[in-house]
């Protein structure tokens, strides 16, 4: 549960909201009516308190000035995704892949992409593991990366991974430009 400053401009004094009060446009602009209509015609919403995964969602929206499509995007993200998928979003966010991101399509994205919490070489033993173990990814694979570190370092160069930080934690993402 997010909570969320209404900061008014022209001096009036501003409000606080939680991101439960409102889960789609429908109850964002009902709650909106209530709370602001005829009291002040533009305004900004700032971040006060919530998780810090809920923080990183924010954060990867707009930075830190966020305005209504923001603020709808964030309360949709809150009532709607599961938050696995929020280390994904916030990439997704982050490196502009979409140019009208939806809560839905930010999900779905993420649910494709293979995100593992840790560093390239947390990533590279799962990816193997996943893989069903060394001995599944051929014998030139095995010959040419005996150590998992170096898989890593080497897939990283060619795109196939990337490695950025969500709400305190460190992940790794597998085809992040597809």
């Known amino acids: 549960m997010a909570n969320i400053y209404i900061n008014p401009y022209g001096g009036s004094s501003g409000l606080y909201i939680d991101s439960e009060d409102a889960d789609d446009q429908e109850s964002l602009d009902k709650l909106l009516d209530k709370k602001i209509k005829g009291r002040f015609e533009e305004w900004s919403a700032e971040f006060i308190d919530g998780t810090s995964e809920e923080q990183g969602i924010w954060d990867a929206i707009a930075g830190s000035t966020h305005y209504y499509g923001d603020l709808l995007l964030f309360v ?3 009532a709607d995704v599961d938050e696995d998928h929020f280390p994904g979003i916030a990439f ?3 490196h ?8 839905d399509g930010l999900a779905e994205w993420a649910d494709d992409h293979y995100i593992v919490q840790g560093d390239k070489e947390e990533w590279a033993y799962d ?14 694979t095995v010959d040419m990366y005996f150590d998992y570190q170096g898989f890593a370092r080497d897939t990283e160069i060619n795109g196939e991974i990337s490695e950025f930080s969500f709400a305190g934690s460190d992940y790794v993402i597998t085809d992040p430009h597809n």
């Open 76 to 78: 949709e993200i809150m």
């Open 127 to 140: 990816y193997v593991e996943q893989m069903g173990g060394v001995g599944e990814l051929g014998l030139k």
């Open 96 to 103: 502009g892949v979409f140019t009208k991101p939806t809560a």
């Open 92 to 94: 997704a966010l982050d």
